[in-house]
């Protein structure tokens, strides 16, 4: 029934013939097995149908987390269209623009911000506005409700569309990633063998389902190896501790380590039936992962991916897992160190270029900038600077693109300096990513404001704060009389990163 659709094919088959066995638990104690999650996705695609969805018609969502969201993303590709997931925290100002350069057929929020997002899809063109909530409720669920399961998947190719996921781009202006079914199912089944994924595995899933990490590698993974999730609303480190007992896998960004590793009860005993835990979405300390390694025994594998690939490298499952490092190339996924058009032996550091089945497919609606990004011989150059040393580990030293990231969620300066400046009475701005004990990164901005305006860290806040997610918000506002710049006119963001460096953390 779905054979003819790469990627909904893909997911289901290995948990064809087992309908019966355990796709996820919920916090509230409800059981979801495979062949329940699959009729409910085949209902999703059915109402979408009758809400006009074609083939190759978007779907964005912006819904708090819950089971559904997952038979609805399955349901949008089961459907032939672009599943376009939206982080929960964007302000109707942000989702403005993504449903604005999108156009989607159909956008999904929750019923709490229905009122506010009307006018924003209304605006946009967008042809149904549907609800959904965290607790399964709501007007798409209601519609999914009265449909049939079994409908037949819409015939999709390898090189179909199957997801766009906004990606921050450095001149402010968001981009769309976008993702065929070959790049989806490439990654999930290279990553499903390589950290040896069973049908036995029970997975613990505390990250949000709108990126990359929890919405393709958590749960493809899961699809791929047909195995099961503990499936949670948000990160609690309590919760996480407590499914330890009988879950296998943890995939997590560096917060959760770092959170997990306050808990007084992380000890070898709570961990003893897990048998791999993931890190990724941002550097991991070499002194979180040795600090696991002494409460718990377990080394944490760290990996390597970026929204316009999915992942690109990782430690091993057998064999030395380096911390520091993010491992080797993932099978069929090649990596080099650039010097502009010159390639740099091991050892050296330079520009990382990443090419394989996984690496997308471009930017949706901007050619100029796939170009600019995606090579014609197919290698993306990724922002992050790096090398490869003698044994064939890659390390990731920086990045060439001013990017913050905080607690897993990228940050772009340039969006926030932009609003800052705006504002009036500011002269400009910079905005930083400083070390931070909790979220690896913490955001400021250094401000330069006109000597006879009234500005304060309350006013600048008051000014962006309804526009902006709270996430990139500035935790702290410095006002300074000029910010340094080199011979060039440049701002110095790494002086201003060394002023300002106990900012979060106390020496
Ligand atoms: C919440 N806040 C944050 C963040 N999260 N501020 C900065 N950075 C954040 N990440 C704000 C909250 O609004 C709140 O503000 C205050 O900080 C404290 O919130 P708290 O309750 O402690 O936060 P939380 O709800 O527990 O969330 C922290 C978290 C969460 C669990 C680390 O941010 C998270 O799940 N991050 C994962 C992101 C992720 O999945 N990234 C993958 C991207 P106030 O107190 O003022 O209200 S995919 C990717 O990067 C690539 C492809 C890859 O390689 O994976
Ligand atoms: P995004 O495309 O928004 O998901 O972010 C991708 C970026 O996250 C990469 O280009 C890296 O800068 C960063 N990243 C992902 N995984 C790691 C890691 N293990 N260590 C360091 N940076 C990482």
């Not at 909530?133 to 390898?158: C, E, F, I, N, Y």
């Not at 309350?458 to 996430?471: E, G, N, R, V």
């Amino acid at each position: 029934m779905y054979e003819s659709n790469y990627l909904a094919g893909n997911l289901r088959a290995s948990s064809q013939g087992r309908d019966q066995a355990l796709f996820a638990k919920t916090q509230d104690g409800r059981t979801l097995s495979y062949g329940e999650f699959f009729k409910g996705a085949e209902t999703y695609a059915a109402a979408l149908m009758s809400k006009g969805v074609l083939p190759g018609d978007r779907v964005a969502v912006q819904v708090d987390k819950s089971i559904e969201v997952l038979q609805l993303y399955v349901g949008t590709i089961i459907a032939g269209g672009i599943f376009l997931p939206l982080n929960t925290a964007y302000t109707p100002a942000e989702i403005e623009y993504f449903l604005g350069d999108a156009s989607p057929r159909v956008f999904v929020c929750s019923s709490k911000n229905k009122e506010a997002l009307l006018p924003v899809a209304k605006k946009c063109g967008v042809a149904a506005l549907e609800t959904m909530d965290g607790d399964g409720s709501g007007s798409l669920p209601d519609l999914a409700a009265t449909q049939m399961a079994g409908v037949k998947a819409v015939p999709r190719a390898k090189d179909d569309l199957a997801a766009i996921l906004y990606t921050s781009g450095t001149t402010g202006r968001s981009k769309g990633a976008m993702l065929s079914h070959g790049n989806l199912w490439s990654n999930a089944a290279t990553l499903r063998d390589y950290w040896h994924f069973t049908s036995e595995d029970r997975l613990i899933h505390a990250l949000p389902i709108f990126h990359t990490h929890g919405l393709f590698v958590a749960t493809n993974v899961t699809f791929a190896a047909g195995s099961a999730l503990d499936f949670m609303a948000k990160f609690d480190a309590d919760d996480v501790l407590k499914a330890m007992a009988n879950a296998t896998v943890l995939m997590g960004v560096p917060t959760f380590y770092v959170r997990l590793l306050k808990h007084e009860k992380l000890d070898k005993e709570h961990t003893k039936n897990m048998r791999l835990f993931v890190s990724g979405s941002a550097p991991l300390l070499s002194e979180t992962h040795d600090l696991w390694k002494e409460k718990t025994g377990h080394a944490i594998l760290e990996r390597y991916g970026m929204t316009e690939t999915n992942m690109n490298t990782s430690n091993p499952y057998d064999g030395e897992r380096r911390a520091g490092t993010v491992g080797f190339p993932l099978p069929g996924v090649e990596v080099r160190i650039m010097d502009g058009e010159t390639e740099l032996p091991r050892g050296e550091i330079g520009s990382i270029e990443v090419r394989g089945p996984n690496v997308f497919q471009g930017y949706w609606q901007m050619p100029e900038k796939t170009k600019e990004e995606l090579r014609e011989d197919g290698f993306l150059i990724t922002g992050d600077l790096g090398m490869i040393d003698d044994r064939g580990y890659v390390s990731i030293i920086g990045r060439s693109k001013d990017l913050i990231i905080s607690g897993g969620y990228n940050v772009y300066p340039k969006e926030i300096e932009l609003m800052i400046d705006d504002i009036d009475g500011v002269v400009e701005s910079a905005v930083i990513g400083l070390p931070h004990p909790d979220f690896g990164e913490g955001v400021c901005a250094v401000i330069v404001k006109d000597p006879h305006a009234d500005l304060s860290d309350k006013t600048i806040m008051d000014a962006i704060s309804t526009d902006l997610a709270k996430y990139k918000q500035p935790k702290k506002v410095f006002f300074v009389d000029e910010l340094p710049r080199n011979t060039m006119g440049k701002v110095q963001k790494k002086s201003l990163r060394d002023d300002y460096s106990d900012t979060f953390i106390a020496t």
